[in-house]
């Protein structure tokens, strides 16, 4: 698809990020080789960012045997989306950008998460030497169902994330590592009985307790972690994740984070967060969050006197230490041509212009959507004097 910046101007800012960006890519292309701690080397290819912010990447050459691999232990996207970018712009504060590149996890494996995921006892079904599972024991009952509805599973996944520095004979090695440690908010799972017969659970928890739990065995995480090769001298960052119902639009949040020290395995203390992502509308917007909401029903009782009976409007909405600091806002409509996505989009902007009920402060992200299909996209930051539109042609 084409997209079409409302502004010469902005069209040609555009066509020079574009030139500058290509130069970039081309001349990051270049294979780079990577030493790893267990003394071999793989060859990977440097991905440059046209933000100093960001990471550059180092993306391996051969597959990588755990890509996608997380869908297995998280079953909602938005919490996937969630865990990996929100871990990798926490670790910003721990491994600079401008010092550090970033590779996806290359040292846990499969059989090590699982591992960690099994139940405690549940391992000695497994080969001999396999060390304990971190899930709670089966709970008591007449059944193997029973026995896992008493007794619900809480760790759910362990996200690794690397950040290499580039060693004096010019290769890169590994300088830290980044996890997050996921923990579920629903318990589901599909139990097989004596005959084979499947059995769905689903669990509400009490999150809370998860919270707790989670925090007393993290430190059996970290130790797990470092008895795999590779892994026992780097740095440490450690997250705890709480995720979000399996039908849930919004993902779910970090509420705990940590640094340990190379060599060490033990977590010295935590920092306490205060995250939310919260759908408007929703209960938990009018029970929490009520005065934002009031401003959300406004902007969308404005959008929907457009064609009152073909749109729908739903936000969401991310706070931190109580304070809103991003909003999302998506707008699904049925267009027939380009000339009516124009019309409704400088409608929209124009309500963002002269209405609009969110301070300037907090960045807003308008996506218009026709069914499935992408039409526009409004942008305000608090640094811009009007929102940036772009209109996507097909």
């Known amino acids: 698809m084409r997209r079409k910046r409302l502004g010469a101007a902005a069209l040609m800012i555009l066509c020079l990020q574009l030139a500058v ?14 030493k790893k701690n267990n003394g071999g080397t793989e060859t ?21 045997p755990m890509r996608g691999y997380i869908n297995y232990g998280v079953s909602n996207r938005v919490d996937v989306d969630q865990m990996e970018t929100g871990l990798m712009e926490m670790s910003k504060s721990v491994y600079k950008p401008d010092q550090y590149v970033f590779q996806s996890g290359q040292y846990l494996q499969e059989s090590d998460i699982n591992g960690m995921l099994y139940r405690e006892g549940q391992e000695k079904n497994k080969s001999k030497g396999t060390p ?17 509805q ?20 010019g290769k890169y090695e590994l300088g830290g590592v980044s996890l997050a440690v996921s923990l579920n908010s629903v318990y589901t799972e599909r139990i097989a009985d004596s ?49 979000s119902p399996p039908d849930s639009l919004v993902p779910g949040s970090f509420f705990a984070k940590t640094e340990i020290a190379a060599g060490s ?6 920092d306490y967060l205060d995250q939310a992502n919260v759908l408007f509308p929703s209960d938990t917007a009018s029970s929490h969050y009520k005065a934002d909401l009031d401003k959300f029903n406004r902007f969308k009782s404005d959008v929907q006197n457009y064609y009152p009976d073909f749109v729908g409007v739903i936000g969401k909405a991310y706070y931190e ?19 009516e996505v124009l019309s409704f989009t400088n409608y929209v902007t124009s309500i963002v212009n002269t209405r609009f009920g969110f301070s300037r402060d907090v960045p807003v992200h308008i996506y218009i959507t026709s069914g499935d299909v992408q039409e526009a996209l409004i942008e ?6 009007d929102p940036y539109v772009t209109i996507f042609h097909h």
């Open 380 to 385: 305000r930051t608090p640094d811009m004097n």
């Open 265 to 270: 395995a033990n977590i010295q203390k935590w």
């Open 150 to 169: 008493n007794s619900p599973k809480y760790l759910n996944y362990v996200l690794e994330q690397d950040y290499l520095k580039k060693a004096g004979n």
């Open 195 to 243: 005959k084979g017969m499947l059995h769905p659970i689903v669990e509400n928890l009490d999150i809370p307790a998860v919270k707790r739990w989670g925090l007393t065995k993290a430190q059996s995480v970290v130790q797990r972690v470092r008895s795999v090769r590779g892994l026992g001298n780097v740095p440490i960052f450690l997250t705890l994740y709480i995720t």
């Open 132 to 148: 304990p599972g971190l899930n709670p024991p089966l709970g008591k009952g007449k059944t193997i169902v029973q026995k896992a």
């Open 44 to 64: 990977a290819k440097l991905i440059p960012t046209s933000n100093s912010k960001d990471y550059q990447t180092l993306r391996p050459m051969a597959n990588d």
């Open 21 to 34: 960006s290509g130069c970039s890519f081309n001349g990051g292309s270049a294979q780079n080789v990577v």
């Open 321 to 339: 230490n109580k304070n809103l600091s991003d909003l999302t806002i998506n707008i699904n409509i049925k267009f027939f041509d380009d000339t």
